[in-house]
């Protein structure tokens, strides 16, 4: 399992995480589905993680689908996005983040090219590894290729829907050969974002948040210009990994850092009790 | 990680004032300490009722000359018969296994909880009151004077609308609450703050409003929904509480399966989620 201490991974020595992935289902007349999560993840949030698994119970009560693998896939730092940390940093905070979960993994593979990656690309390295060479899944009707999904949240699909951002190429082969699992977000309307995109609609699955959760990571980021609390809103290790190295703070100003000897956790507001005396 | 600190058969007899992350020394003399009461069902604890907490603490930092010396939780007791309610007992744990490792400020008092009868919200902040300032004189500047503590209610917008609405409070114990106390309200969604503070003007300097600029509306009553209806709780509650409503196999319908452990899937996640098992290469 991967943790924020292991040396730097280059693609010579990458291999595709299977730990937790199924090679096996024994529900009857079910197909198999991988849900692949790609993203900035600067930094990975708590509702990054609800989505898979708001996602998981969707596909259980209404699709005949059954999910056996789900990966995280960081962008790449040739992205040039606002906010990005370094790739190294992102995987690493995803794979604290998962490291509680039994059946959520972290891809470096994207991450680790030096060049922009698009999204088609990266699920057809996913579809390449888990059907092509990695033989797809056992199941009671035999053999068959796992569905290789996009997870995402509507402000995603809104950019697919947008003109000018995405490739028509790239967002017919996706969908096409692919699919998505969309979970709804506020600010984003659904109908909207989906209106040019109906040819796929058999295709796209829409989640509902039954809680709105609106936790992004630009206002972790905010948070953490002004000096206020991302406790609870980010796993615990994502914020003593966050506060040792620094990031995001306003031109490297000083970090709450637990060491601070003052008794204060991580991440805490700097407006909550701390006591030298303990 | 620490086991629950509720004593097998909990009396009033051994119960003491928890104030072991009560603040001993105030860092700014010139401020005024201030305490945070969160009173509520906490059927189950969430990740928005601490977020709640940190608001506050932002809030009053950037925004007041308040100075917080000790935040509190008290569960309400099992006689208030509210529906959802699990016994004050695992709430009272939940809490615990909540902020135990999970915060560095935050304590659990279960002098409501264990209490027989109903306490009102008045009495409740009266112990506060009692216990921080009478018993203890207050906190200590660091000119060695003792300053008396504020105490104040901190409440999500929900409870200051059932304030507004006519019939749910005593209309004396909202005065006294809000002249004695005072309250920081967290904004929620789905609440009109304006409408839920419409007739509480008389006492608009001691109420303090805290917009949260993330939207996040985990409610208790949807996590007992997700778990009658046997979907994921998981990264709304903490960790080890998802582990503790698992094992007690609270808020499930009728005793529903658990999905426990030895499938090796992790408590709380969603069953549409593979079980790991001799399958995976």
């Given at each position: 399992?991967?943790?924020?201490?292991?040396?730097?991974?280059?693609?010579?020595?990458?291999?595709?995480?299977?730990?937790?992935?199924?090679?096996?289902?024994?529900?009857?007349?079910?197909?198999?589905?991988?849900?692949?999560?790609?993203?900035?993840?600067?930094?990975?949030?708590?509702?990054?993680?609800?989505?898979?698994?708001?996602?998981?119970?969707?596909?259980?009560?209404?699709?005949?689908?059954?999910?056996?693998?789900?990966?995280?896939?960081?962008?790449?730092?040739?992205?040039?996005?606002?906010?990005?940390?370094?790739?190294?940093?992102?995987?690493?905070?995803?794979?604290?983040?998962?490291?509680?979960?039994?059946?959520?993994?972290?891809?470096?593979?994207?991450?680790?090219?030096?060049?922009?990656?698009?999204?088609?690309?990266?699920?057809?390295?996913?579809?390449?590894?888990?059907?092509?060479?990695?033989?797809?899944?056992?199941?009671?009707?035999?053999?068959?290729?796992?569905?290789?999904?996009?997870?995402?949240?509507?402000?995603?699909?809104?950019?697919?829907?947008?003109?000018?951002?995405?490739?028509?190429?790239?967002?017919?082969?996706?969908?096409?050969?692919?699919?998505?699992?969309?979970?709804?977000?506020?600010?984003?309307?659904?109908?909207?974002?989906?209106?040019?995109?109906?040819?796929?609609?058999?295709?796209?699955?829409?989640?509902?948040?039954?809680?709105?959760?609106?936790?992004?990571?630009?206002?972790?980021?905010?948070?953490?210009?002004?000096?206020?609390?991302?406790?609870?809103?980010v796993p615990e290790p994502v914020v003593n990994y966050i506060e040792e190295h620094n990031l995001y703070d306003e031109d490297g100003a000083a970090s709450t850092s637990s060491?601070?000897?003052?008794?204060?956790?991580?991440?805490?507001?700097?407006?909550?009790?701390?006591?030298?005396?303990? | 990680?620490?086991?629950?600190?509720?004593?097998?058969?909990?009396?009033?007899?051994?119960?003491?004032?928890?104030?072991?992350?009560?603040?001993?020394?105030?860092?700014?003399?010139?401020?005024?300490?201030?305490?945070?009461?969160?009173?509520?069902?906490?059927?189950?604890?969430?990740?928005?009722?601490?977020?709640?907490?940190?608001?506050?603490?932002?809030?009053?930092?950037?925004?007041?000359?308040?100075?917080?010396?000790?935040?509190?939780?008290?569960?309400?007791?099992?006689?208030?018969?509210?529906?959802?309610?699990?016994?004050?007992?695992?709430?009272?744990?939940?809490?615990?296994?909540?902020?135990?490792?999970?915060?560095?400020?935050?304590?659990?008092?279960?002098?409501?909880?264990?209490?027989?009868?109903?306490?009102?919200?008045?009495?409740?902040?009266?112990?506060?009151?009692?216990?921080?300032?009478?018993?203890?004189?207050?906190?200590?500047?660091?000119?060695?004077?003792?300053?008396?503590?504020?105490?104040?209610?901190?409440?999500?917008?929900?409870?200051?609308?059932?304030?507004?609405?006519?019939?749910?409070?005593?209309?004396?114990?909202?005065?006294?609450?809000?002249?004695?106390?005072?309250?920081?309200?967290?904004?929620?969604?789905?609440?009109?703050?304006?409408?839920?503070?419409?007739?509480?003007?008389?006492?608009?300097?001691?109420?303090?409003?805290?917009?949260?600029?993330?939207?996040?509306?985990?409610?208790?009553?949807?996590?007992?929904?997700?778990?009658?209806?046997?979907?994921?709780?998981?990264?709304?509650?903490?960790?080890?509480?998802?582990?503790?409503?698992?094992?007690?196999?609270?808020?499930?319908?009728?005793?529903?399966?658990?999905?426990?452990?030895?499938?090796?899937?992790?408590?709380?996640?969603?069953?549409?989620?593979?079980?790991?098992?001799?399958?995976?290469?």
């Amino acid at each position: 399992m991967a943790t924020d201490t292991t040396p730097t991974l280059t693609l010579d020595d990458y291999q595709f995480p299977t730990a937790r992935l199924r090679r096996r289902i024994t529900s009857k007349d079910r197909t198999p589905l991988v849900l692949i999560a790609c993203g900035s993840f600067s930094p990975i949030t708590f509702l990054h993680l609800r989505m898979f698994e708001m996602a998981a119970d969707y596909a259980r009560f209404n699709t005949e689908f059954e999910v056996v693998g789900a990966y995280l896939s960081c962008v790449g730092d040739a992205y040039k996005k606002t906010g990005l940390v370094k790739a190294e940093h992102r995987v690493n905070m995803c794979s604290l983040a998962v490291a509680g979960s039994s059946w959520l993994s972290v891809d470096p593979w994207e991450a680790l090219h030096e060049e922009y990656l698009e999204t088609a690309k990266v699920l057809d390295h996913f579809h390449q590894e888990i059907n092509v060479e990695g033989g797809g899944v056992e199941t009671p009707e035999g053999r068959k290729e796992a569905k290789i999904a996009l997870l995402a949240g509507a402000d995603l699909i809104q950019t697919m829907s947008t003109p000018g951002v995405w490739d028509p190429k790239d967002i017919d082969y996706i969908l096409k050969n692919f699919g998505a699992f969309i979970v709804e977000r506020t600010g984003t309307d659904i109908d909207e974002a989906l209106s040019t995109l109906q040819p796929y609609t058999p295709n796209i699955f829409v989640i509902q948040q039954l809680v709105q959760n609106d936790i992004s990571s630009t206002k972790i980021r905010l948070f953490r210009r002004r000096d206020m609390s991302i406790r609870y809103l980010v796993p615990e290790p994502v914020v003593n990994y966050i506060e040792e190295h620094n990031l995001y703070d306003e031109d490297g100003a000083a970090s709450t850092s637990s060491a601070d000897g003052k008794g204060k956790m991580a991440g805490e507001s700097k407006g909550a009790p701390s006591d030298l005396k303990g | 990680m620490s086991a629950p600190v509720v004593a097998k058969n909990p009396t009033t007899d051994n119960y003491t004032f928890p104030v072991n992350r009560l603040k001993k020394q105030m860092d700014n003399p010139e401020k005024t300490p201030l305490a945070l009461i969160a009173c509520g069902s906490f059927s189950p604890i969430t990740y928005l009722h601490l977020r709640m907490f940190e608001m506050c603490a932002d809030f009053a930092r950037f925004s007041t000359d308040f100075e917080i010396v000790g935040g509190w939780i008290s569960p309400v007791s099992d006689a208030y018969k509210k529906t959802g309610l699990a016994k004050a007992a695992h709430r009272i744990n939940m809490c615990q296994l909540a902020v135990d490792q999970g915060s560095s400020w935050i304590m659990i008092d279960t002098w409501e909880p264990l209490r027989e009868e109903y306490t009102v919200t008045a009495e409740v902040l009266d112990h506060f009151n009692a216990e921080i300032n009478d018993v203890r004189g207050g906190v200590e500047t660091s000119d060695g004077a003792k300053k008396k503590v504020h105490i104040a209610l901190l409440a999500g917008a929900d409870l200051i609308q059932t304030m507004s609405t006519p019939g749910v409070w005593a209309p004396e114990d909202i005065d006294y609450i809000l002249r004695n106390f005072g309250a920081f309200i967290v904004e929620r969604s789905g609440t009109d703050i304006d409408e839920a503070l419409s007739t509480l003007q008389q006492w608009k300097d001691n109420i303090y409003v805290i917009q949260q600029l993330v939207q996040n509306d985990i409610s208790s009553t949807k996590i007992r929904l997700f778990r009658r209806r046997d979907m994921s709780i998981r990264y709304l509650v903490p960790e080890p509480v998802v582990h503790y409503i698992e094992e007690h196999s609270l808020y499930g319908d009728d005793g529903g399966s658990s999905t426990h452990e030895k499938d090796g899937k992790k408590p709380g996640e969603s069953l549409g989620a593979p079980t790991p098992g001799s399958s995976s290469t």
